[in-house]
């Protein structure tokens, strides 16, 4: 079927204003991954949901940070009160079982906080 | 800390030649895995070679697993100029709930 998708591809924003990221993970995959990238650096990873539930939100930088999956598919995460340094590539991505198997990424989402 | 440090990290090669790209890890995994990624967006899984493994293929990709150094290394044999990308390691630790990656090599194929 479809791989993961990610909307919005691009979203730029003003300062304080809040925002959704959403991620549609391959049918059927347990578990969802949420990765930021800065410009030319590595992943960092966010949050992992194993069916609804987030065993390990242990990236969130901070409270204004959050995250959500609903049905066991589709999740999205939401930053409050959006500062410059949130600006990135945030990536989404899932897998059948676990963590430690492969992860199928979706194109991402380019943000940008003016 | 990133778990996977790539190195070199950046390599220009010309069409045809091999690239060598080098990852090191710090803690015991479970497998460790190889993306590419292309303009900054989706990562594309390359292979995954398990900690019981010592060497794996995948068409013109070879890569190695040396666990008492910590250490793999992903070659791509006869370069095409498709393969500029930046490649990233990533370490499934022992326990671990997530994919740990490294900083990534930006491969440069010239014509």
């Known amino acids: 079927g479809a791989g993961v998708s990610q909307s919005p591809s691009n979203k730029v924003t003003e300062k304080g204003k809040d925002v959704e990221l959403r991620c549609d993970p391959i049918?059927?995959?347990?578990?969802l991954y949420w990765y930021r990238q800065s410009l030319g650096q590595g992943l960092e990873f966010l949050i992992y949901?194993?069916?609804?539930?987030?065993?390990?939100k242990s990236g969130l930088p901070s409270d204004r940070f959050s995250a959500e999956r609903t049905g066991g598919s589709v999740s999205t995460l939401t930053i409050q009160r959006t500062q410059q340094e949130d600006s990135a590539v945030y990536l989404c991505?899932?897998?059948?079982?676990?963590?430690?198997?492969?992860?199928?990424f979706g194109p991402g989402t380019r943000l940008l906080v003016l | 800390s990133q778990q996977g440090e790539e190195d070199p990290q950046a390599l220009s090669i010309q069409e045809g030649e091999n690239a060598t790209m080098n990852c090191s890890y710090k803690t015991s995994i479970n497998n460790l895995q190889w993306y590419r990624q292309n303009s900054g967006r989706g990562l594309v899984h390359l292979i995954l070679i398990r900690s019981n493994e010592r060497e794996k293929h995948s068409g013109r990709l070879r890569v190695t697993l040396d666990t008492s150094k910590k250490s793999s290394s992903l070659l791509i044999t006869a370069s095409r100029a498709a393969d500029t990308a930046s490649y990233f390691c990533a370490t499934a630790q022992r326990g671990g709930n997530k994919l740990t990656f490294g900083t990534g090599t930006q491969l440069k194929v010239e014509l």
């Open positions: 949901f194993q069916g609804n539930s987030a065993p390990d």
């Open positions: 049918s059927g995959h347990t578990a």
């Open positions: 991505a899932s897998s059948l079982l676990g963590p430690g198997e492969t992860q199928y």
